[in-house]
C-alpha cells in the first residue's frame, strides 16, 4: 500500500491560522513569512492586526519601506497607535507628515 504523503501546502487556511496563532513574538511571525510561503498569509496577518508607530523624527526612517503601496500587509491593519513626538513644533509638523502618509497608504474600511 502507498503512503500518501502530505505537505503543509496541502492543510486546510483554518489549520494555518492555528499554527500562527501558536507563535507570540514578532520576530518569529516575521521569520515565518520569510521561511514558508504558505504559512506567510496566516503569519502576515497576525503580524500587522496591531501596528504602534512612534512618531519621532529621529524613529522616522524606516516608516517609508514599511508603509509602501506594495506592502501585503496593510490590509491587515486593524489596530492603528501613533506615539507622540516631543513639543517642539518642528516634531508636530513631521509627525503629523508621518501620520498623514500612513493614513494614505491605508485601504478603504480597514480600520
Known amino acids: 500500500m502507498a503512503h500518501m504523503q502530505l505537505r503543509i501546502e496541502d492543510l486546510p487556511p483554518e ?23 504558505t504559512l506567510a498569509g496566516a503569519a502576515t496577518a497576525r503580524l500587522y492586526e496591531g501596528v504602534s508607530i512612534d512618531v519621532d523624527a529621529s524613529q522616522s526612517t524606516a516608516l517609508p519601506g514599511f508603509f509602501t503601496p506594495g506592502n ?12 507622540p513626538t516631543d513639543a517642539d513644533i518642528q516634531d508636530s509638523a513631521n509627525a503629523l507628515r508621518i501620520m498623514m502618509m500612513v493614513i494614505t497608504l491605508l485601504p478603504d474600511n480597514g480600520l
Not at 494555518?16 to 521561511?35: F, K, M, V
Open 15 to 37: 489549520m494555518l491560522q492555528n499554527i500562527s496563532e501558536l507563535i507570540r513574538r514578532p520576530s518569529d511571525l516575521g521569520a515565518l513569512c520569510l521561511a514558508s510561503k
Open 72 to 83: 501585503r500587509g496593510l490590509p491587515f491593519v486593524k489596530s492603528l497607535v501613533f506615539y
